[in-house]
């Protein structure tokens, strides 16, 4: 099994942008402020008026470094930017609808006390952001109360009773994977979610895990436990925080996860097909939510085959950040993310 990306990405993103912050207090004392208002507001989103999903190609990231250290580049983003769309969408939707049905329990639920947090942000979605933001793509009714995707021709009621069909229709409209957590006993618990996407975790066992809890399995945690903890009660509304992870899998399944029998197929003995293995990539996020102070963790999954990043002529660079996995501050990344199935045959195949 590949390493649990919603662990070790919000592990890394908060230890990235706790760093970032005490280097920036470092040099600028001036008191800084807590806690957003209540009723602050999401920052007006700046529309894409010409924007054609069908044209827009995905980014290439290629995030990988000389060594796996936990120094990794982040970035203060806008709310604006929230949410990415390329050429890949439609088929990306139609892959979730599908995962929806099959997998309803796996990859969507929530907890009592997560209900608020869930409408908020299908309502920001749905009337603020989208529409504003991709107005080729969505557009609301006349009266406001129907969001019609353009793409899917699909529509959806903007106001919603039921936690349950928020999460569902979310998980159909947007291709990111999202992550509520609420503040908890000094702490933050993951209170409902949708992640058709995972990458080896099943998002069903993580329900109810306050962060500590969440980050059990990640080698090095208990260093920046406390870090990770401080950052989250001063995460405010309207400062976004984006990061890349990487990874390495030897299939092209997005949705990652036990509940995929078709993962089984890939794991036999031997060395990996080359021609099915990926650099997977996240484009991550952390922001808050002004009504309930929910935070939203999300992440964009791209998968790029090994061939072509090898073909574009960074094989060796790509070869040296695996190896680097295991000389980096926490080598026991090397297992936890799985590189004694892979590691040899990857770089060998990316240095020939």
């Avoid at 209900?115 to 952001?129: K, M, N, R, S």
């Avoid at 590189?339 to 020939?352: I, K, N, Q």
Wanted: charged fraction near 25%.
């Amino acid at each position: 099994m590949q390493v649990p990306i919603l662990a070790v990405g919000i592990l890394l993103a908060i230890c990235l942008i706790y760093a970032k912050t005490w280097v920036s207090r470092r040099k600028d004392t001036a008191p800084t402020q807590d806690l957003p208002y209540p009723d602050e507001k999401p920052a007006p989103i700046a529309p894409l008026e010409n924007f054609d999903w069908r044209t827009k190609k995905p980014p290439q990231f290629r995030g990988f470094k000389p060594k796996y250290n936990i120094s990794m580049g982040i970035r203060r983003d806008t709310p604006s930017e929230l949410l990415s769309i390329d050429h890949d969408y439609l088929d990306r939707v139609n892959q979730r609808r599908e995962i929806l049905k099959k997998h309803e329990n796996t990859v969507c639920g929530f907890l009592p006390g997560g209900e608020q947090a869930v409408l908020e942000i299908y309502d920001y979605f749905l009337t603020e952001y989208l529409p504003v933001r991709y107005p080729t793509m969505f557009q609301l009714s006349q009266d406001g109360t129907i969001f019609n995707n353009l793409v899917t021709n699909r529509s959806f009621p903007t106001k919603v009773q039921d936690v349950r069909s928020a999460l569902l229709n979310l998980g159909e409209i947007v291709e990111e994977e999202l992550f509520l957590l609420m503040p908890d006993s000094d702490s933050n618990r993951l209170v409902a979610y949708v992640c058709c996407f995972p990458s080896s975790f099943d998002p069903a066992e993580k329900l109810g895990l306050l962060l500590k809890d969440i980050h059990k399995p990640v080698p090095g945690y208990e260093k920046i436990g406390p870090s990770m903890e401080r950052f989250f009660a001063k995460l405010q509304v309207g400062s976004p925080i984006k990061r890349q992870n990487w990874s390495v899998q030897v299939h092209p399944e997005l949705f990652d996860c036990e509940a995929n029998i078709r993962i089984k197929s890939y794991d036999g003995p031997g060395e990996p097909n080359i021609e099915d293995t990926f650099l997977r990539s996240e484009l991550q996020t952390l922001t808050r939510f002004p009504n309930t102070q929910a935070i939203l963790f999300s992440f964009k999954t791209y998968l790029y085959k090994v061939t072509d990043v090898k073909a574009q002529g960074q094989g060796p660079e790509f070869a040296e950040a695996i190896e680097g996995i295991r000389q980096g501050n926490v080598p026991e990344m090397w297992d936890y993310k799985g590189a004694p199935r892979w590691g040899e045959t990857v770089c060998r195949y990316l240095r020939s």
